[in-house]
């Protein structure tokens, strides 16, 4: 069973209750590790939560959601072997599979609407690494990241 961390801070509470039970629904296991509280918090600390279950392989795969995507996107993808998205639209969301093998997903829950928001967690998980002149690139970007 596939197993998916999810991370939010506070603008993204509801989204990530909706898109928990659709996954749930969905028969993927889920690793939620919050926030679940309404109260204003700081995004980095749940984007690196959802970058460090993904590295240590607590989870196959993780979804990261704040009001843009971009503060808990950018948290995460400071762990070493992140590869994060953020995405407005499914085809950025599939195309950061099967060419970058993006391994967390943002969205921001102020951005876009539940449904696109299902949309793209669709095409993600849907979608599969394609290897081969992608696995050549992003390895060039293991490699940036191995010089830092
Ligand atoms: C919180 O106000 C907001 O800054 C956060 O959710 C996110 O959009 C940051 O990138």
């Not at 984007?47 to 989870?59: I, M």
Request: proline letters at 1%.
């Amino acid at each position: 069973m596939v197993k998916i961390a999810i991370g939010n801070d506070h603008t993204a509470l509801e989204m990530k209750c909706i898109i928990k039970e659709y996954l749930e629904q969905k028969g993927y296991q889920v690793l939620d590790l919050g926030t679940n509280a309404s109260e204003s918090c700081d995004y980095p600390v749940y984007g690196e939560k959802v970058g460090r279950a993904v590295a240590a392989k607590e989870a196959d795969l993780g979804i990261a959601i704040c009001g843009t995507g971009v503060g808990i996107s950018l948290a995460a993808g400071k762990v070493k072997g992140i590869r994060t998205c953020v995405c407005s639209e499914p085809y950025t969301a599939k195309l950061s599979r099967m060419h970058n093998d993006s391994n967390v997903l943002a969205f921001g829950a102020r951005v876009i609407g539940i449904e696109m928001a299902k949309m793209i967690t669709d095409a993600w998980l849907e979608a599969e690494f394609q290897g081969g002149r992608h696995q050549r690139r992003v390895d060039m970007i293991r490699k940036i990241e191995e010089q830092e």
